[in-house]
């Protein structure tokens, strides 16, 4: 009896081992980890590394806060208060991993705003298949909505918007909207399509207004960020860097004197700021290097603003004439290249007249088609641009003086009177 009562225990203990060796078999089948933890060694515990020596480095915003001190005359103590602080996070704190820019957008993505403009199209319309059946082949016509975006940036209390002027040229209507949510119809004040900038104005109180910068003193390397409407996405930021200052001959406008800066910059940016690292406005955003040239299709790190001078002196103009006034002779001048001017015994490229205006002051002067251009009041030119750019600096009633040289390689001194430029269409 004893004998059959042990068999009987030592058959159950065996069926139990055997049943919880096939359980085991089956948990650890499906969750393998728990085996890797198991046979896992337990790792020693390192002695706290000494942290590494943080690199000496040159402050981000140099060129920037030198343009803060160039202006510091023209900024209160609250403003340098302001500069002092997104100068401090630009270069970040102990223990920081990435710079910061969080102030400067911070202090000038209020004065951004979101532009919206419709004007109505009148379109001609062929005949439809039913009315030609019926011998009715005159033309019927339709009227349309045409809307577009862009930005413009807030200059001043009294309600003054820069922006460019191809976001609202033959615009109808042109309605504002502000970072805060406002809404606001804006005049255009004027327009200046020489540098393609145009100033609006809207009635809101407590307005954000956007410190100006420096333009001239920046310098290639510099941090930057641009802020706009991209695409209707409302207040985005983008950063780079200056990559080049003074570019001109892209056909954008007449007068170019754009900085390069390879911040992403698309459809819907047009107006928006280009602000250093201290929240000041340097340019203003307004083309990016297409496949064709200028153009709407982004070639990845190459966009243009325009300096931030130029549009403060295009705003002073407007406001002070209601347009800008330039000197005017009536050339039109083109560049040469090394080739063709050293036929003239010129060493480098140069600048050719290749046509005149009627009744101007140059044909009075006695210039003619084919005059290579070598100086405009003593100062040499190297092209069309900085030619134009010296005349129209000139103020309208002024004499100018012009130093050409013919194709027999004579050279001739000409004073020409100054006329104010026809304003472009």
Known sequence: MDLHRL???AIFLAGSIIGGLALAFIIVFVHPQLLQRAVTPPVAAAAPAEPPAAPAREPLATAASAASQGAAEATSATGAGEA?????????????????????????APAVVNISTARLVTEQVGPSAWAQLF??????YEQRVERALGSGVIVDVEGHIITNNHVIANADTIMVTLADGRVARAVVVGRDPDTDLALLSIKLKQLPVMPLGRSD????GDGVLAIG?????????????????????????????????????NAGNSGGALINTL????????????????????????????????????MNEILDHGRVIRGWTGIVPEDIGDELAQQYGLAHGGVVITRMYRNSPAVDAG????????????????????????IAAKRPGSRV????LRQDRSELEMTLAVTERPRAS
């Open 217 to 220: 003193q920046l310098q290639v």
């Open 229 to 265: 409407n991209p695409l209707g996405l409302s207040q985005t930021v983008t950063h780079g860097i200056v990559s080049a200052t003074g570019r001109s001959q892209l056909g954008v406008a007449t007068f170019e004197d754009f900085i390069q800066t390879d911040a992403a910059i």
């Open 7 to 9: 068999g009987r225990a």
């Open 135 to 140: 011998g009715d082949l005159r033309p019927s």
């Open 367 to 390: 210039v003619r088609i084919g005059d290579i251009l070598t100086r405009v009041d003593g100062k040499s030119v190297h092209n069309a641009q900085e030619a134009l750019a010296q």
């Open 84 to 108: 002092g602080a997104s100068a401090s996070a630009s270069r970040g704190s102990p223990g920081m991993a990435a710079e910061s820019y969080a102030v400067a957008v911070r202090r000038a």
């Open 401 to 404: 003086q012009l130093r050409v």
């Open 279 to 314: 929240g000041e406005l340097i340019g203003i955003n307004t083309a990016v290097l297409g496949k064709n040239g200028s153009g709407n299709i982004s070639v990845e790190g190459i966009s243009f603003a325009i300096p931030v001078n130029l549009a403060r002196g295009v």
